[in-house]
């Protein structure tokens, strides 16, 4: 008796998600001052409020309106919170043009993507992967240098710190403490492949740091909870031992890291490298709460997606990897982009 509730219960969802779609869609064509376009893409992610995913999303919008193709993030404005999961299930019963997702190596993400392909709704993963899946195409970064990036950061914080210590610009490296490298790390491993970041990270300090000696610890954290977060900053900031530097991989993880060290009085003390290029993380480079932060292209990471969708619909195949670029923003050259207004790329 309960399961069949349950499942009449998933049913009931799949129906209204499915008819609320179909009514919009209707009645978007019947009004005769909305434009009709030839295609109808949508864009799922895990966070459809993040400034991460919402110049994402505008990245991608505004490269389907030169082809004739309309994007949603797929989702929006509903009164309850769905996974990618099962935005995808709803997606493809809508029997859209082409998808972009966040990928993931989940098994249900691989088989959701696959019954997509099959059904001739082809599938764009963008930011982290479903490698094993049938998905035409894969737009994100390469994680490998991703981490050399924050590789070089490390070694240009550690530098910085020793001459602050020594209170010299030739500060005797060489016979220099170890220094305590925390990392933030997805624990469901779906924001790319962190053992290749990881590898990154060593590479460049081998090569720009090869007498110098760096503790490095990773903490596994849930990323889709920001009280799990500011949990887990909350204990690497009252521990005993804080580490010297601290690389974070996500924009939550950036914002909770900065928040902690001003609430804790660790402001100038850890060297917080962080990821995006929201206001706020601009704002907070600028005060010298964060000593860099590492920007991804969104704007290009969308049009790739929408570019990508829109081969393969027309021609049959795209390629299978676009690399969307990275640039380091830090107390130099964050102004540039404050007055810009915001993202490194706009």
Known sequence: ???????????????????????????????ENVRLYKRYYVMICDDINSSFWQHVYQGAADAAESMDAYVELFGHGLNEDYSPEELMEMAISSKVDGIMVLGNEED????????????????????????????????????????????????????????????????????AEPVAVTIFFDDNNRLYDQSVILSGI??????????????????????SNPFSVEESMRDVFMDEEVPDILVCLSELDTTCAYQAAIDHNM????????????????NALSRNVLYSTLAVDTS????????????????????????????????GNVSSYLNSGGEAYE
């Not at 509730?5 to 209707?26: C, D, G, K, P």
């Not at 060593?202 to 990323?223: K, Q």
């Not at 990508?308 to 990897?321: D, F, I, K, P, R």
């Open 202 to 223: 060593n590479d460049a300090l081998s090569r720009e740091a090869a007498d110098a000696e760096f503790l490095i610890r990773t903490v596994a954290v849930d990323n």
């Open 300 to 331: 290009e990471m969308g049009r790739y997606c929408v570019e990508a969708l829109n081969e393969y619909v027309e021609m049959g195949n795209t390629s299978q990897y676009f690399s969307t670029d990275v640039t380091i923003i830090d107390r």
């Open 1 to 31: 008796m309960v399961l069949s509730i349950i499942l009449l219960s998933v049913a009931a969802i799949f129906i209204v998600a499915f008819l609320y779609f179909r009514i919009n869609i209707s009645k978007a064509r019947e009004d």
């Open 267 to 282: 402001v100038g003390n850890v060297y917080i490298l962080g990821y995006y290029d929201s206001e706020k993380i601009l």
């Open 108 to 175: 249900e993400m691989t088989a959701l993507i696959d019954r997509s392909a099959d059904l001739g709704i082809p599938v764009v993963t963008m930011y982290s992967d479903s490698p094993s899946s049938k998905r035409c195409s894969f737009v994100g970064v390469s994680a490998f240098n991703i981490g050399r990036e924050y590789g070089r950061q490390i070694v240009n914080a550690r530098n910085e710190k020793l001459r602050i210590g020594a209170g010299t610009e030739d500060a005797d490296q060489d016979s």
